[in-house]
């Protein structure tokens, strides 16, 4: 009993570790584009009229309010570990339309304190127009980390301008990582968290600026039964409901004539699909099996083992941002990478089961080939070295040339390996696409 105790205490602490790297892929708009250029649904899409949410939520307020409801009565029926939506925040179409917007952000409880106007990001290779204004990070999201690392360019929208799918798609990929998931606990120290009635944050560090969307953003669909049993937190996960609901709004908008809400919602559910198409959100310790887990906490060696796992999350997300990056800004879309994510396959389509048969199931067989391949081709100090912290090193911001430092096998090897989760990615963003798009 006192092994499961202090297994217990491994993977508790293996999540507030996580939780300093839970973006995932950085940048999920630069990431999705390759694909939604040569998606012939995203590109043959008409210019879309901008709307702000609070015109949209105006116009169907009927509609909206029916499909709350029956996303909740969905979520208690199918979630497992579904928390309540507290019945003073059940979506009332009656309310004042100045009132409608928040009553709706209460509704589908998303953090209330951000903006929700309309924008676009510029792709790295695209000139601003004369005509377009840019926006600073700082309008968009409150996270000071983001604001600090963040080179990516935004202009406004406003309500009547148009602007191309693949615009809004893709922006609205990124959007969820700018704090609409933060502070939804009751123990986050927010006034909206602990109104949303999700109760304490099952795991992840609540102390550390991201930690609190990482149950949001990572799926534990496939856990083993012994880590089930000593953590049952880590089951207390929502992907599902977000792209459900998000999925809902989309499949509404669109039937309705609301456009680009339909790409906007349908960006905001392609996160949570990147996200869970990395193996390290989908799987606590990759390639460690109970008995290694076990031997890990009898060994001591419990930090070690963490530090080891959370510095090869961040090395491939860090490789992954800039082989992506370089390619892009050179519009080189012949890069293995751009190239495997824009495999088109018409037959991938999405039902309510694919989050977790189909992708966290995939990407939970992946973790251990990604883990194994980052050990083989990356520098030793990066991913075998436990004393080492990779994130904010120098070597992060250069990721590339330490990569390099190992010779031309590394890099083509950990591009390999790369582009088998960029494979996963690409199939299942083109499911969540179509599957919208198709309803
Ligand atoms: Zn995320």
Same mark, same amino acid.
């Given at each position: 009993?006192?092994?499961?105790? @202090?297994? #217990?205490? =491994? ?9 300093? !790297? +839970?973006?995932?892929? *950085? /940048? ?8 939604l ?8 899409a ?20 029916e499909?709350?409801?029956?996303h909740?009565?969905w ?26 917007e ?17 924008y ?21 999201t ?10 990516? @360019?935004? #202009?406004? =929208? ?9 615009? !809004? +798609?893709?922006?609205? *990929? /990124? ?30 560090n609540p ?63 392609l ?19 109970i ?23 961040? !090395? ?45 199931q995939?990407?939970?067989?992946g973790?251990?080939?990604?883990d ?7 520098p ?6 436990p004393?080492?912290e ?50």
């Open positions: 009993m006192s092994t499961l105790r @202090r297994l #217990v205490g =491994l993977i508790t602490t293996l999540h507030m570790l996580q939780s300093t !790297v +839970v973006h995932a892929w *950085s /940048d999920h708009a630069s990431l999705a584009w390759p694909l250029r040569v998606m012939p649904e995203v590109q043959n008409e210019p879309l009229r901008v709307e702000t949410l609070n015109e949209f939520v105006v116009a169907e307020r009927t509609a909206i309010a499909l709350l409801a029956q909740e009565d979520a208690l029926q199918n979630l497992e570990h579904y928390a309540a939506l507290p019945t003073e925040l059940v979506f009332d179409a009656a309310t004042a339309d100045a009132d409608l928040i009553a709706f952000l209460n509704a589908i409880r998303i953090n209330p304190t951000r903006s929700y106007q309309p676009r990001q510029l792709m790295s290779f695209e000139p601003k127009t004369a005509q377009e204004t840019l926006i600073a990070v700082s309008e968009l409150f996270l000071q980390g983001t604001i600090a690392s963040n080179d990516s @360019r935004y #202009v406004s =929208l406003a309500s009547g301008d148009f602007v191309s799918a693949a615009a !809004v +798609v893709s922006t609205a *990929s /990124d959007e969820p990582d700018f704090g609409l998931d933060i502070g939804l606990y009751a123990d986050n120290g927010t006034e909206h968290g602990k109104r949303y009635g999700f109760g304490n944050q099952p795991f992840g102390n550390l600026e991201y930690g609190s969307q990482a149950p949001f953003h990572m799926g534990f669909y496939h856990l083993d039964w012994l880590t089930s049993l000593a953590q049952p937190g880590l089951l207390q996960t929502y992907p599902l409901y977000r792209t459900e609901l998000y999925r809902k709004l989309a499949v509404l908008a669109f039937s309705t004539g609301h456009d680009y809400w339909g790409w906007r919602f349908m960006g905001w559910g996160h949570y699909v990147g996200d869970l198409a990395q193996p390290y959100h989908a799987v606590p310790l990759p390639d460690t099996g008995l290694e887990s076990l031997w890990i906490v009898a060994t001591g060696k419990t930090g070690e083992a963490l530090q080891l796992v959370s510095n090869r999350h961040g !090395v491939i997300e860090a490789f992954q941002k800039a082989i992506v990056a370089q390619a892009l800004v050179r519009q080189d879309w012949t890069q293995s990478t751009l190239q495997e994510v824009a495999r088109l396959s018409p037959s991938a389509a999405w039902a309510q089961n694919t989050l977790i048969d189909e992708l966290t995939d990407s939970a067989a973790a251990a080939g990604l194994r391949a980052l050990v083989k081709y990356a030793p100090k990066l991913v075998s070295d004393v080492f990779f994130s904010q090193s120098p070597e992060e911001a250069a990721i590339l040339a330490a990569i390099a430092v190992q010779g031309e096998d590394a890099e083509a090897g950990l591009t390999a390996s790369l582009n088998q989760q960029m494979q996963r990615f690409s199939f299942f963003a083109q499911a969540w696409i179509r599957g919208i798009l198709n309803s």
